[in-house]
T-cell receptor, first 114, second 113 residues
Framework: DAGVIQSPRHEVTEMGQEVTLRCKPISGHDYLFWYRQTMMRGLELLIYFNNNVPIDDSGMPEDRFSAKMPNASFSTLKIQPSEPRDSAVYFC????????????FGEGSWLTVV | AQTVTQSQPEMSVQEAETVTLSCTYDTSESDYYLFWYKQPPSRQMILVIRQEAYKQQNATENRFSVNFQKAAKSFSLKISDSQLGDAAMYFCAYSGANSKLTFGKGITLSVRP
């Protein structure tokens, strides 16, 4: 079975540019999570969806960040405009309801904003 | 809110020896799950082991086992017969009724040949 697929794997962009990160969860999974990992703050949950509906976006840093899940097999995390402090690894993860809360991660998108 | 604490930032173990990574958590929920994830330099998050809080028996996966002490809210990971490939960052994580994971700060494990 294919795991969680994220793209791009690496992105370098200039401050002020728009960044879009993409995620395809594991087929059949009901939950989708976006996490951010930095040295200073560790792993932080940004937002999560259940059945394509955003459930908790309290971790989204500010209005520059937005996330969508238009269907069960696709989600985006957008940063506009990007800033150097947004440089991090962004993980998408998914889980199936009733499967013991086990969450599977994608390989991450390494973002560098210069 | 739930919290997960990993107080040791780094540990080192000799190849073939056993090492224990500690983790404590705080929660008011009675039903929850605990996890250990491994993160090698590639940054991939790999599930190592999972424990259901309602199970008294400690989970094991080959060379990996946990010591789950529910009353003490402690969840340590034991790695037996350590291998060079075990060198990585290890994260303890909690998941409760809302299904989201709360992570500890992680511990860097190095394995000496």
């Amino acid at each position: 079975d294919a795991g969680v697929i994220q793209s791009p794997r690496h992105e370098v962009t200039e401050m002020g540019q728009e960044v879009t990160l993409r995620c395809k969860p594991i087929s059949g999974h009901d939950y989708l999570f976006w996490y951010r990992q930095t040295m200073m703050r560790g792993l932080e949950l940004l937002i999560y969806f259940n059945n394509n509906v955003p459930i908790d976006d309290s971790g989204m840093p500010e209005d520059r960040f937005s996330a969508k899940m238009p269907n069960a097999s696709f989600s985006t995390l957008k940063i506009q405009p990007s800033e150097p402090r947004d440089s991090a690894v962004y993980f998408c993860a998914s889980a199936r309801q009733g499967a013991g809360n086990t969450i599977y991660f994608g390989e991450g998108s390494w973002l560098t904003v210069v | 809110a739930q919290t997960v604490t990993q107080s040791q930032p780094e540990m080192s173990v000799q190849e073939a020896e056993t090492v224990t990574l500690s983790c404590t958590y705080d929660t008011s929920e009675s039903d929850y799950y605990l996890f250990w994830y491994k993160q090698p330099p590639s940054r991939q998050m790999i599930l190592v082991i999972r424990q259901e809080a309602y199970k008294q028996q400690n989970a094991t996966e080959n060379r990996f086992s946990v010591n789950f002490q529910k009353a003490a809210k402690s969840f340590s990971l034991k790695i037996s017969d350590s291998q060079l490939g075990d060198a990585a960052m290890y994260f303890c994580a909690y998941s409760g009724a809302n299904s989201k994971l709360t992570f500890g700060k992680g511990i860097t494990l190095s394995v000496r040949p």
